[in-house]
């Protein structure tokens, strides 16, 4: 039992065998044995891979994983929840904040994250904020690795930071972005991670501003894309879920499964 | 095994034990066994409490919980960790941003946001963008309750807001914070949750503005507050930690437990 616990609390870190067998005592072939019930049990269960590392410096990892079943199971759900008339905002968006607020769909949606980039050797998450910050969290978490926040205006009061004006692409304007010099380290490997996207102008802004730490871009995830863009900023990334039709006067909302289901 | 997965992803859930006998087709008299395995694995290993609730409408739920000496520990070392001179900011400010941007030290502040909170039947934590966010969230998923997020605009695209001015006890100037009607329902129990309080103006102005939505504020958090303060604008909270002194010019910070600690 304390096996899973602290394999479910360790993601993504390779544990040492003998960290368990001192902890509780038991031989290292009786550890080995537990491991491969509770192996078992996370891949019927969906929970996750747990991976052997054989050797001296071995040990066994645990890799939050989703299955496909639940996966799109848990996003039919969803996109039913999210075509809720009510949800209607003006400028054809979509009020989201309740599914950004509670805790149980966030880990769902970080899980899937992390799942879709679990191979791009993913070393920081970065937002903007605000609404992408929980989503954010709930990703890294699986992947175990750090947020980075990145700011909307430049009045950050967090020593020397980095600014750029970026254009939004659905309404034109020029806005500004700012991340405190010491908050990414040069050369990192950064999944941008956000709620929302239409044209795409605050993710290019994103990638935009992670040029001036040399970092690279190894992958982009966004929630809910729209569908009707002319010309999008940005070409690599996955969504979970498309915006297809907004109709306010008749007050219908029509999604369907996005890029990370359909080009798989 | 699963069990242990189950209920530590299913935090305050009451979950009826015929969930686990068909689920794992067992005898209810093995769940039982195994349970009170699971209840002193979780108490030894400081994971929570297991309750019992007898009865046609029983089963057990998971209280996630941290033990004193886990508490203790952990902000000793947060502490250490949060007095590296490079922290200073203009201001007698900290730099946090690392530290509330690791999930890892964040799901311990949001263990022990859910330990202090255990009792008062919280059905909401709110929190003022941006910092605070990640706190809420970690605290949010231990209690099992959404979370809501004041924005520091009025430019909000979310539908009918409730806007309010208040004034930054610190900097004395005045300043707006505004939540979407539909956010937060009407007469709800609310934990405040934040990262740093100096004066408690921002604080003060949640509370404020949960007056509008005519809800409990059932507690209040803060992760750090500064010990020379004039005038709290806040008097009931408790703090982590305790940012005691700030010496810009000797690069020197000095921080003691909060108020969680020391008036237990």
Do not use: W
Not at 4 to 21: G, K, N, R
Not at 37 to 61: N, R
Not at 66 to 78: C, D, I
Request: glycine share 8%; charged share 20%; proline share 3%.
């Amino acid at each position: 039992m304390d096996m899973t616990q602290y394999l479910l609390a360790h993601p993504q870190t390779l544990i040492p065998l003998t960290l368990f067998s001192e902890e509780y005592g038991s031989a290292k072939s009786s550890i080995s044995e537990d491991l491969s019930i509770i192996k078992e049990a996370f891949e019927s269960q969906g929970v996750g891979v747990l991976k052997t590392v054989a050797g001296a410096a071995g040990g066994v990892k645990y890799i939050p994983q989703m299955n496909e079943a639940q996966a799109l199971g848990f996003m039919q759900m969803l996109i039913e929840h999210l075509e809720k008339p009510e949800r209607l905002l003006p400028g054809g968006y979509l009020y989201m904040s309740d599914i950004l607020g509670n805790p149980a769909t966030l880990t769902q949606i970080g899980k899937l994250f992390a799942t879709a980039f679990v191979d791009k050797d993913v070393e920081i998450v970065m937002t903007v904020e605000t609404k992408g910050i929980p989503l954010a969290y709930a990703t890294a978490s699986y992947l175990n690795v750090p947020v980075v926040i990145v700011r909307r205006d430049n009045k950050v009061t967090e020593g020397s930071v980095v600014s750029i004006n970026y254009v939004s692409g659905s309404s034109k304007r020029i806005q500004t972005m700012s991340l405190a010099r010491r908050a990414l380290p040069e050369h990192s490997r950064v999944l941008i991670v956000d709620d929302f996207m239409k044209a795409g102008g605050t993710v290019r802004g994103m990638i935009d501003l992670l040029q001036e730490f040399q970092a690279t871009v190894v992958g982009c995830g966004v929630m809910v894309e729209t569908a009707d863009v002319s010309e999008r900023l940005v070409d690599e990334y996955i969504s979970l879920a498309k915006l297809n039709d907004v109709d306010v006067k008749g007050k219908q909302i029509e999604l369907e499964l996005g890029s990370y289901f359909t080009k798989q």
